[in-house]
């Protein structure tokens, strides 16, 4: 008999989950439930997002620090250079740096008005290399900082988009998170031409469990992130059940989580949209379990 696909996976990859700030109560009540689901699972952090242009400053803020205060996951900050100079990015780094948070996802960032061009502040940074550059001088974070497998829209080629990475990464970020992708051969294409590239910092594949196909269609334009026609198919006439489009879902990211893992990846990052069902049911499949059963078990 043949075995399940995902037989015998000992659970040691590591993970960590991504959330953005919420607008509402009733948004920061699904959140926290989401982070209190999430947390037995023992992630290596959890990251919170930093709205277009700075715009979610506060509640960026408000969320990190009190994960920090909170939880025992360590919190992480996403920090952009958007409309903001130099001192503001200091006056907010150095505010969580007093809430207790050590870890800074830095990024340039997109300008508020969906597909206009990046305009560096006068006085601000003009790029992730330059603000990890600022961020070091400021206080001994840990630093993480995006990749991009299928090349940023912006990059004049495949090739100085990794040079850029470099330099992120010489700068003193200790690990690059990617962009979401849809096709395995693509993260390990983009690792392979990392690799090369003499890149050693890890390199965490992002993981965009997909429930609502719609939207993720209208990102992957904006991200540049193909949609294999494969995908489209399997989630043709599931509008209207939502809960069979959940296990196509599960199902799609599982696999290819389970794929990155036979290809040596031991790290995933996963973009929850702030829902942990099925990020928590890929974690699962991945053999992660909660810190107490795995102690029970074990006992
Ligand atoms: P950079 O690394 O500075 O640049 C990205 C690429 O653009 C470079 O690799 C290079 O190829 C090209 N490029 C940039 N400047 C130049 C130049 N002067 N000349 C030639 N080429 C250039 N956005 C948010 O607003 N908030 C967030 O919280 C957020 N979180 C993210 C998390 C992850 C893991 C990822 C992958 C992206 C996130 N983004 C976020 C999106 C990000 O801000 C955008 O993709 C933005 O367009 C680029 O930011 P960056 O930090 O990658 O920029």
Redesign the pocket.
Known sequence: LASSLFAGLPGDAEISF?FFPPKTEKMEEQLWDSIVTLAPLSPRFVSV?????GSTRERTHNTVARIAKETSIPAAA?L?C?DATRDEIAEVANAYWNAGVRHI??????PPNAGGK?EPHPQGY????E?VEGLRKLHPFEI?????PE??????SAQ??ID??KR?LDAGASRA???FFFEPETFFRFRDAVAAAGIEPEIVP?IMPVSNFAAIQRMSKM?GTAIPDWMAHLFEGLDDHPSARQLVAATISAEMCRRLYAGGVRQF?FYTLNRAELSYAICHLLGKRPVETAREAAA
């Open positions: 991504e997002t930093y709205g277009a242009g996403h952009t958007v996802v830095a990024l340039r960032g997109d990046f003009a790029s992730a290399a603000l993480s900082v995006s990749a991009y090349t940023h829209p912006e990059a004049a100085s988009d850029f990475l992120k998170i990617t962009q992002g991200t990052h």
